[in-house]
């Protein structure tokens, strides 16, 4: 039995609130139980050097903790004068996975900023950030103009961590599972069920290839959950769109 | 006639929520209208060298923008490796400002620790964050100890900006006027209606004493409501503290 | 009785040591009584990025102070890897003083640095540094090119600190006096008495509207002084430039 | 047919040379074919603060490409200011695995530093990287004072990439392989082939379940041959130790 | 003949003001023609980590350029974020030359801290900065309680450059001539012609042992003037400590 | 007697190992006894901004410590997030010697970057490094195509350190020595034997110039030595380019 009387293969509740903040060019809040993070994608008519010329757009993330999100303040990135290296880590992940389901041609000599801001942190803040972003680069990149390249995102993405904790394979761990889990694992997977990212790591034990097996069919449930409520936020709003890139 | 259809001596609504960040000490989001503002306070056992020893607590507060609060998205300090001037500027402000309504003795050798991260910018947004950092420490100093000191908070705390804006004083500019602003003024008053704080700028032209009465006496009115709304907020949840504090 | 035997309403000497650094375009030592700021202004060729091609010119200012300035050394902001959060706060309002009496289109396309060294601290730095300041920019601006917008000085500067000291309102505090102050406030006004800053604040007690009267009316005093020190400056060597501007 | 030569199953010459740096607790020079990383461990008599007093030892690990490492001169992190977010990624990756076959009580309260520096890049040097670390470990370990705890090193560890490249799945990239790969994943597996990290990246189409199989098992195959390696590195110095801790 | 009509082998005028930064322990401002140098010593009353219970004192320097120091503006190095090598290299020589003629043990577990700031650019300001941090550090050192160890300052310190111009070996140059310099070499002499440091470095051609005997003789006849001026300083105001130590 | 059975005027075993980074454009390992380091020259197609236009290149050095290179591990300059006093030194030192044999006009706009990075330090890593990047310069330079300026180098250059050591002149110091040494130069000359740098500094008792000429005398004879290796270094790989351009 888990602490919030969870089934070990159930999901915490997931919400959704759109447009938290009216002035990026997309935006949500994303709940995964007590962790929310507030993702947001701005439009900058700019490229990074390295594409300068290229008639290719970019898309990059930035991950932080808001202070008040943790029990024990946490201090700021800008206070200690650098990014600390879990959070350069988090939003590496984060770009490198929404690169994989977005045609960067089709932006044009644009950079997409996804910035992810955890209010509360509860465990699984790296996969509410993925999830979200989405939704907030899928809103950005529908008043985009259309260029030959046709709209922008390819795919669904979503993301969730399974864990093994006191010898139980859990779906979407929270904070005080994932502090006794030996293993954790964290799975990026596209809306047709491919891998985008796989990270798994043993905290403790290290654990044997049939266990991997386990943990990737629980997260991949729990992921094909995420890819419905993105299909259902995609589809009340921009069904039109949807179609015309032969989602959902 | 101001954008929004306002009177020069009208504020923009004013909300707040409570316990936007459940592991946070304390923590509102306060908005003035399209300004948002999320306020915590978080409490640490220690206190800075300058006070070891002293029985004495200490309180001291961080400023931000969410990098998607504004249209063109906000750079943040931690890429930059520091933090703006601007935004130390204003977290002195806010530091100064409570500190002068709270009772460090009573604190213990504890810090306060304010965070107002700004969700939404449209103009105002350091004096919506006095406002709400003050509800936030309010929140935080009830679950602390008392000490022969008492209760910390020593009065309620609020502040608003007016502005001379084409020769018609306003009251709690948003972006747009505050941009055109030729004179612009913050004011920061306790519940008694003293001052803690007054900063007037002449963004344009210099102006006159006779002007700062008008500006101060503008910005008194906007204080005096907000204040109601720090004592309902205090009296729903606090009416007995509040009383042995002789506050309300 | 003060503690140097000053009436309440007296100011300290001041002393103004012109052409201090020879290679600046103008640079004055300013002093009030024991404070001693070293003030330079340079001119740049250059406009930063956000005004580049509005032919319209740009003054900032850098505060600091020497390391031997104070009774305990002074740890150097270049040894901290960063400027402080007073620093900033002060050499932001020294620029905004002077920006408000300089006509930028008069420039051209070049930039004005003030720089503001405390060399000796004793109180009072920042007004003295705003005082020095205009003289600097003053003497720096004579020997710039005139285009259509004529001479760049628009008006005389100066800035004074007031504060309430045991119960007495005192102008230009020093050190000693204002660590004990319990309101201190510094007004920046122009040779025709108009407000370009006001900023007051409580340390100890907050204070009512009328003390904010009786401490600006003071604080006005001061002021007219230090203009006619500026008028002397100005007058000796640049009378003729002073009547095209219409000063004096 | 690969670039090299090589069949797809097949791994580049792995060298290995003892005492690179002679005043370092243990150190290598290890060789992927012509990527080359130092691998050094120093003992510090030290814990980080979270540890003090816990007993128990910690080991932390820093990765770091020298300047001549790239056909294109790689800047320093020292002259940016700060390390590159791809560097601390694979530096916590190092820390984390070698940490899974550590048992930090037997160190007691000593910190282990790893430093994989490249001295030059052909891909695969987080692998090299892993497995060269494991051996400078191995060796400062033996001269550690023995406590109840025992030898501190628990188990072999190595790591290698795979991926996906023009439809072939090849083990061991080099690095024009891997800028063309659409997969790319890096495990890293014990003496015993149980999992400490997996890490697999769609850098172009996502993949499926069977092909995160198929790359799982090539990778094995290589591990197993650099385990190999390590049981004849400490087989040739060190056999006594080894079998006291049941290693080989 | 040189620009302002010196001989090859004569000093600018030197001048020496002191008592410039009356709160520090020590201090000067001295002159080599149109160089100035801020020079103060400060007392603190710790010693760094490495010293720690060792009944030893430290000295250490810290030198740089007041922006308006140079016809074009010196950028501060804490805008930069980091000192400048030049900076770095400049006050090390400093810190080590003082370091020579001072009995660390006589200082009791103190450090004396030198500040160089350069007020004026012209050539030969590390050399000035020599010379005067000498006479701020004696100064300091006057007033600090004697032990065992007697008064700390040991022996006289100067410091001259010499270069090679055109072919001619020249004393003390300013900065045309420094720039225009083939062979440039700044000699550090105690008061009993004692070499402490000697940098001499080849901007152009390099040059033979026997043009180094040439440039060492011309320095030594600059020194030997410097000491006479550091005696005469020393002598009004300290002469019987001096004697007391032996000097002069 | 030395440590390791030297006699005073004896130098340290010299080792030269080309091409140890492959990818650089010149890259040896230099070995002065147990003195090891890695030099790296890399050519950069870009000059910095003060010599665009100007038809002339540069060179620029930077130098490092491997963490690992020291009996106690030294911090990266990148985790303290600046470069040490002692590395700026030193890679000015560098650069500014290279720079006295190369023709920057033959470079063209480049820029070539000198790495040298310590992996093993027993004193003497300065002039180690000087002597070795010299060769990794010369390889780089063999590959550039000739302007109407020729062939780059204009002559060897070498440097090596001499001391005082209980009274004894001691060459090529090993750290042993040179903790005690009361005095420590390092010379740098050309191959015809003149002086690029001499940089002398008392670490314990000044000394005059009859010991300064006993040490220039004995570290002459050194650098004879270290020329005639690079001489066969040249000469077995590039004898046209030697003779064309008057070296050997």
Same mark, same amino acid.
Request: charged share 25%; glycine share 8%; proline share 2%.
């Given at each position: 039995?888990?602490t #919030? ?18 002035? $990026? ?18 439009? *900058? ?21 808001l ?9 700021? *990135?800008?206070s ?8 350069? /880590?988090?939003?590496?992940?984060i770009?490198r ?20 801001d ?9 996969? $509410?950030?993925?999830?979200? $972003? ?10 985009? #103009?259309?260029? /030959? ?16 904790? *006191? *010898?139980?394979?859990?779906? #979407? ?17 596209t ?5 985008? /990212? ?25 992921? #094909? ?7 259902d936020?995609?589809?009340d ?12």
């Amino acid at each position: 039995m888990r602490t #919030d009387g969870r089934n070990p293969d159930q999901m915490r509740e997931v919400k959704i609130s759109r447009n938290i903040q009216q002035y $990026a060019a997309g935006s949500v809040l994303i709940e995964f139980g007590n962790s929310k993070v507030i993702c947001a994608a701005s439009i *900058d008519n700019k490229v990074p050097p390295f594409l300068r010329y290229s008639k290719s757009g970019w898309l990059t993330a930035e991950y932080s903790l808001l202070p008040g999100a943790t029990p024990e303040r946490t201090i700021r *990135d800008s206070s200690r004068g650098r990014i600390s290296g879990r959070s350069h /880590e988090i939003q590496r992940l984060i770009g490198r996975s929404l690169r994989s389901v977005i045609n960067l041609k089709a932006l044009g000599e644009r950079t997409i900023w996804i910035d992810c801001d955890v209010l509360q942190a509860d465990g699984g803040t790296r996969t $509410a950030a993925i999830t979200g $972003a989405w939704l907030a680069m899928f809103e950005a990149c529908l008043n985009l #103009d259309r260029n /030959e390249h046709g709209f922008a995102v390819k795919d669904y993405l979503a993301a969730i961590s399974v864990g093994l904790v *006191d *010898d139980q394979v859990l779906l #979407d761990l929270d904070y005080a599972e994932d502090s006794r889990a030996s293993v954790d694992l964290n799975l990026v997977l596209t809306g047709s069920s491919k891998i985008v /990212e796989i990270q798994g790591t043993a905290e403790g034990e290290p654990y044997d290839f049939k266990m991997l097996d386990r943990l990737l069919a629980l997260a991949k449930t729990g992921i #094909d959950y995420l890819i419905t409520l993105q299909q259902d936020f995609a589809g009340d709003y921009f069904k039109k769109q949807i179609k015309s890139v032969g989602l959902g």
